[in-house]
Every structure is written in C-alpha cells, then in structure tokens.
C-alpha cells in the first residue's frame, strides 16, 4: 500500500523558514517513482511546486527556485523541501505526491497524495 504523510508545517513570519517533510513507502522511494511537493492556497488551484526525481534529477517552479530546496533520502524513505525566505503568499496547504510519470509539472500526473501541513506566513 502506497502511502505518503506530510509534516513540518506551521505558522511563520515573512522572511522565515520551514523544513517540511514527507514519510513514504518503501515502494515509493526505493522504485522509480518521483515525488514532488505542490501546494494549494484558499481560493486557487493546486499548483506545482518543486519536484524530485528517483534519480536525483530535481525541478522547482519559476517562484520557488531561488528559495526553496527539495531533496530526498531514499534510505529514510523521506523527502523534504527546506523553504527560506518565505512569503504572505506562500500560505498553502502543502501536499507531497508521487508519480511514475516524467511530467513533473501538471498536478494531474500524480497518482499518490498525502493529506497535506498548512504553511501560514503571517506577521
């Protein structure tokens, strides 16, 4: 069974940082599966975020690139995504989820969720 379960979240202020992280199977991260971490605000659509592939191989949005870093420790069967230098408008659920497709970018192309952490920036 497949499963993916977020934490890390909380309340920050702008210019703060958090550490999310996302336990998995050992069939996620010890196959060709990528994961990646998307996030959904109150009144938009879930949009990606940054996404990491079984090989190492890892892409971030246009807004998330220059403050966010994903990485992945397959041993710990674990991903994270450290986020500095955060933003009112990075307040979000934030969701990790994994796929066996190389279309890191639509949100449609992940077959796993977790649950979601809220992220709140505010002062």
């Known amino acids: 069974q497949v499963q993916l379960v977020e934490s890390g979240g909380g309340l920050v202020q702008p210019g703060g940082s958090l550490r999310l992280s996302c336990a998995g199977s050992?069939?996620?991260?010890?196959?060709?599966?990528?994961t990646a971490w998307l996030r959904q605000a109150p009144g938009k659509v879930r949009e990606f975020v940054a996404a990491i592939g079984w090989s190492g191989y890892s892409t971030y949005s246009a807004d998330s690139k220059d403050r966010f870093t994903i990485s992945r420790d397959n041993a710990k069967n674990t991903m994270y995504l450290q986020m500095d230098s955060l933003k009112l408008e990075d307040t979000a659920v934030y969701y990790c989820a994994a796929t066996q497709d190389d279309i890191y970018y639509d949100v449609s192309s992940y077959a796993y969720w977790g649950q979601g952490t809220q992220v709140t920036v505010s002062s």
């Open positions: 050992g069939s996620i991260f010890n196959s060709n599966y990528n």
